[in-house]
């Protein structure tokens, strides 16, 4: 059973490393280097196999920092 699916490539991440701010902001915390943590809110897409597409809106992701 497929869940969800795109067709082009996005960027996911497991839900667990979503977070909600009490403004209502959407955040992941990515890795800066071993010891810098850093939240970038996110746009949340479609969700499927506990995952979720997360878009930057301001900061910048990338594979094996978040």
Known sequence: ME???TRTKVFVVP???ISSRSDGT?????LRNSTAREPVEVKVGATGGGYVQV??????LRAGTV
């Open 55 to 60: 878009s930057p809106e301001g900061g910048t």
């Open 15 to 17: 839900v667990t490393a």
């Open 26 to 30: 959407t955040v992941v915390t990515v």
């Open 3 to 5: 869940a969800a699916s």
